[in-house]
């Protein structure tokens, strides 16, 4: 009796499960979650600094600091109170104990293999998706009836039309912006005339996205929002924040003369960075932390009855955020994040050469489908470098509609319910920003489209994987125990260590090919850091 007592733990839920498993499960959940951590923030929150970083207002190591700052403080002040179920996607009331400690742990044996290949070759994804359908994929591997389809069907329509919508404003808001702005963007009679309105519109656009989604757990900010966006609607809010920001900037203009147009839009852009960093760290820390900390949960509760129940929603000290926070920003440190960031900027730069790589039917394709389009003036500005003689892949002027309008899109859908990916929308404005200034008539446009339609599909791809290879993993603990995790574990490493040999030797491969691409005038695009 007493050796069954040692050897078994009898859950609230009347689930047998053996001591060794609940203590292995605790020890390998934190673990996970620490390398998982990490592996978020070499992908999902190295794109926080792909505008400032591709117009060269920040250095990389200073735009690190800039949104590591942003990402710990909004970790900080992030909800208390932790999702497990990742906006209702599944129910764990469903299934017994077991089950759901098979889900969490193969969640995050898929995750960190699926993020760090993905960051090894220079591919953004979203962390968000990631883990919504590693949730689906082993849930139903569990039960069935434990996943909510309708909601789930929801999130995934909501991805979709994010991308689009984000796609759509930065076409639109980059060709309006360049046609009354040009490459003038620092000379002050320009801005003078329609810097107001522009910058105006982009710092209302930014309130409004702190008010919805970047500071929405800070109490003075929720009290905010409830006494005016609820009283007076959202479109009356920004338009009266439009004006009184437009007012402002033209003060700043005629007070500060050429000083103030040359900091207005680099300005502009480093807060928009922030704020996103901010709103990063406040909402997206549950995609990397909520498995592990699912699994402390029901270990300390692994007695009551309603044990699943209780671990749901996870409450969590202040230090423990504080020290995911920091383990974002040691991901966005790394030499695979610097290759998301690259990539991602190469993809949409103004450049004529850019050292990218695409699979070559994906190049053809974007060759036809470029054919087609009528020879027109170019609006970006001319290949450039900046003082310290960096390839320029944009100006400041598109850098603030990149994260405005990411910010914009973000909020809009968060006022309306929907979770969406701050990846796939910041990268989807790139893109979309890029065609707005006709980018795609110089250079290298046809692998610049061809790597974005390469990311896109890798986009749907990582969904189809992360759901089978959670199914996949979580019935291999359910049905082997420990030795199932032990199983799991060890080809993980091993698929790491032939995805870091790979890919090391696949980025000297594009090296070299776009070396002997580029004309002996060509700048390499250097790294910083």
Not at 498 to 527: F, G, N, T, W
Request: proline fraction near 3%; charged fraction near 15%.
């Amino acid at each position: 009796m007493f050796l069954a007592q040692v050897t078994e733990v009898v859950a609230g839920d009347g689930s047998v499960v053996p001591a060794y498993f609940m203590w292995s499960a605790l020890i390998i959940a934190i673990g996970m979650l620490i390398w998982d951590t990490v592996e978020v923030g070499r992908n999902d929150a190295a794109n926080l600094i792909n505008a400032v970083f591709g117009a060269r207002i920040l250095t990389r190591r200073v735009a690190i600091r800039v949104a590591g700052l942003g990402v710990v403080l909004g970790a900080v002040f992030a909800s208390p109170v932790i999702d497990t179920a990742r906006k209702g996607i599944f129910d764990p009331t469903e299934l017994n104990l077991h089950q759901v400690l098979c889900v969490y742990l193969s969640v995050y044996l898929v995750d960190t293999i699926l993020l760090y290949g993905y960051s090894a070759f220079g591919m953004p994804v979203s962390t968000t998706a990631t883990l919504v359908f590693s949730l689906m994929g082993a849930s139903v591997a569990m039960q069935a009836d434990s996943v909510n389809w309708s909601k789930s069907i929801g999130v995934i329509q909501a991805i979709i039309v994010s991308i689009v919508m984000a796609g759509i404003a930065a076409f639109f808001v980059q060709r309006a912006v360049r046609g009354a702005i040009r490459d003038r963007a620092d000379r002050l009679a320009t801005l003078l005339a329609h810097g107001g309105w522009v910058g105006g519109g982009m710092l209302a656009g930014l309130c409004y996205f702190l008010l919805m989604k970047g500071m929405k757990s800070v109490p003075l900010v929720a009290r905010l929002k409830e006494e005016f966006i609820t009283s007076y609607g959202a479109p009356v809010v920004i338009l009266v924040l439009w004006f009184a920001f437009a007012v402002l900037i033209h003060t700043m203009l005629v007070i500060y003369g050429k000083r103030a147009a040359k900091l207005l839009f680099p300005g502009l852009a480093v807060l928009g960075t922030f704020a996103m960093a901010f709103a990063f760290g406040q909402n997206d820390l549950a995609n990397c932390a909520s498995p592990g900390l699912a699994v402390s949960n029901l270990f300390e509760n692994r007695h009551e009855t309603d044990a699943v129940g209780v671990a749901t929603k996870v409450n969590v000290e202040s230090w423990k955020l504080l020290v995911c926070g920091l383990l974002l920003v040691a991901g966005m440190m790394t030499k695979n994040a610097q290759r998301v960031t690259a990539a991602a900027v190469r993809a949409g730069s103004m450049g004529d050469h850019v050292k990218l790589w695409a699979p070559a039917p994906f190049v053809r394709l974007a060759d036809r489908i470029l054919a087609l389009q009528k020879r027109r003036t170019e609006l970006a500005p001319p290949p450039t470098f900046s003082p310290r003689g960096k390839k320029m892949h944009y100006d400041s002027l598109r850098a603030c509609v990149i994260m405005y309008v990411s910010a914009s899109v973000i909020a809009t859908a968060s006022s309306l319910g929907y979770p969406v990916s701050t990846t796939y929308v910041a990268f989807s404005a790139i893109m979309a920003s890029g065609a707005g200034d006709r980018i795609f008539q110089r250079g290298d446009s046809a692998l610049k489209l061809g790597r974005f339609m390469w990311v896109v599909s890798c986009w749907f791809a990582a969904a189809v994987v992360s759901a089978t290879a959670a199914g996949i993993v979580s019935r291999l603990i359910f049905h082997l125990g420990l030795m199932g995790v032990f199983v799991a574990l060890g080809v993980n490493l091993t698929v790491r260590r032939y995805i870091r040999r790979r890919s090391d030797v696949h980025e000297q491969s594009v090296r070299e090919a776009a070396d002997e691409r580029m004309h002996p005038e060509d700048y390499a695009l250097e790294e910083d850091g």
